[in-house]
């Protein structure tokens, strides 16, 4: 069988034994991923709050004002998605993608169907079979579409509230109709599309084309003894139906290994080593073990190691920003409407404003306090402000002095802010000004 690549494979690199179980192992992965899927949104791991503008990032409840932290947070995920795309090519759509999870999923199921169809209906013509397991295959789809909606629009929405909308059948408001619509794409999806969408529509098999390399790893046919037997089990094993022999550059084979353990499964049983394999590029020393383990982890050049520093340091900034950052963001300026005004029993007022956010999970009090300005005290503000989780607010008081405090003009003045929890002593320099 003539193939694309004609590298030739170290002897030492050929060191997969006969029978490989990357399907067990990929399942056990899925399944994992599957759990992490429903769990990110569930329990605020992961997910964006477009009603409230919220970002939850394990555990911070990030404000999308925050940009530094929003900012380094989309970086930190792109670079990671180029790195794994770099490093270890499709891994993400063979072993993690929810996509193909649920397409595999729902092709397990269907043949089941049709299996127990046949066994039980062996007098029904063909075609009510295929119509009954058609119409049982629809009936499982259906709820099981809308639990992958209610999934996946929690990444957008709080579940509990959507949990609402559900309960009321609400496809009147635009959540409402947001929501059925998916429903209606995510069945559709999983009922004519499933590994389709992977080749037709998902834009990250194209971006990882861009993005491997020669270095990247791949499945590889190479068979320089002629030991194929012609028997087409990996293709028949192949779930997106195509024939690793042509090239192990196809756009639509995802790297899964379903292939591998078919061909070291057939020829295990005649004594012979798989031709078909993991390998880094199509240098073929994908398993070569005498190699450094950096390389045999897929570190085999300098761009890598630069792409993983890279990570690192986004990783690193990422932390310290969600370490330094304050539950309760505080904004004191001045309101120069007026420059100041006097009181009828001659004390000198300036108007100031506050803006405060609680950005944290409990209640937060402030309490604020002039310095540097003799007799000076704060009026028009309750003593302890306190902010609900998630509360905002904007509020005016004055810097009250005695004439006798201050100069004429320009006085410094520092007003003090303690808050809990966060910072407590907080300053700001500011300006009073007395005619
Ligand atoms: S060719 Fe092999 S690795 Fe590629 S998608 Fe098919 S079974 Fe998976
Ligand atoms: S499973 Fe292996 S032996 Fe059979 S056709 Fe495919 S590559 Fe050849």
Redesign the pocket.
Known sequence: MSTQSQTRLPAKSRTILPGTHFHRFRKTVQAVCFVIFVTLPLFDIMRIDLPRQRFYFFGAELWISEFSIVFLTLMFLWILIAAMAMIYGRFWC?YLCPQMIFSETANSIEKSIIRLTNKRMPNAGSRLRRFIAAVAFGLLLLPASVVVTFVFVSYFVPPLDLFHRLLSLDIRTAGGIAGASVTLVTFLDFALLRQRFCTAICPYGYLQNMLKDKHTLL?HFHDPKDECIQCSK?VR????G???RRSSH?L?????????D?CSGILGKLGRQTV?QYAWGDSGTGSALKTSWLRRIGLRDGKRIAVLVLLLVYATGLSIAIGLRQPVLLRIMPDRITLYSIAPDGRIHNRFRMLASNRGHVQATISLSVADLEGGSIEGISERKTLEPGQSAQVQFDVVVPPSSVHPGVNRIRILADVAPGKIGQQFSETFFAP
């Open positions: 063979g499945v990996c094993a192949c779930p997106m195509i024939d690793i196809q639509e084979c995802t790297h899964c290994a379903e292939c591998i078919a078909i």
